[in-house]
């Protein structure tokens, strides 16, 4: 994977290949849904794009290829939304992630509109906690025992942003299917 700048653009149906590829680069990803073959590839994506759907989902994209992914699940009656994404092996380390999420939320906050934004991550992740915090989500507490992972249980970090929050200095991605 070359160093090309990343941009954000809305998912496509045409990335199920590059989906697959992203959840066989780590079996972590097993924590983002059950993908092992094109097929439910193609469903993870579709479900995400389907007109009736929650999720305002945002393919990260470099050199014309899917690298990861940050979502909004969309509460419309609460005006707030559930913040996530994933990233492929290749490209972690880059400050990608960080950036595309804080791009993300920002977007959520001004141009989509929500009031609120929340999102967590295991406590044996510190790195997901680091993305947090530079998107300018504030640590509200921690769900303990949350997940059972490889038979054990684990806490999990419990993150807000609200739209009144500071908003954090960053270099925002470029959004081509829309703000910016």
């Known amino acids: 994977m070359s160093a ?16 697959l590829s992203a959840f066989r680069s780590n079996p972590d990803m ?24 929650p999720h305002e989902a945002w393919a990260i994209v470099a050199d014309d290829a899917l690298v990861g992914l940050v979502c909004v699940s969309v509460d419309e009656e609460s005006r707030s939304g559930w ?24 977007w959520a906050l001004t ?10 991550h295991r406590v044996n ?11 300018g989500f504030v640590r509200e507490g ?11 249980r684990i806490d999990v970090d419990i993150y807000g942003r609200l739209g009144s929050d500071p908003s954090p200095t960053f270099d925002p991605l470029p959004m081509v299917d829309g703000w910016q």
């Open 125 to 135: 992740n510190p790195a997901s906690g680091g993305v947090a915090r530079r998107a």
């Open 83 to 106: 913040h996530w994404y994933w990233m492929t092996d290749a490209v972690r380390g880059r400050g990608w992630t960080s950036a595309a999420a804080s791009t993300i939320a920002q």
């Open 142 to 152: 921690i769900e303990r025992e949350k997940f059972l992972v490889g038979g054990q």
């Open 30 to 53: 097993a924590r983002q849904g059950d993908v092992s073959t094109l097929a439910e590839a193609e469903r993870y994506a579709s479900r995400l794009m389907e007109p009736a759907s």
């Open 4 to 19: 090309a700048s990343p941009v954000l653009r809305r998912l496509h149906r045409g990335d199920a290949p590059a989906v």
């Open 111 to 120: 141009t989509r509109g929500l009031e609120r934004l929340e999102r967590g």
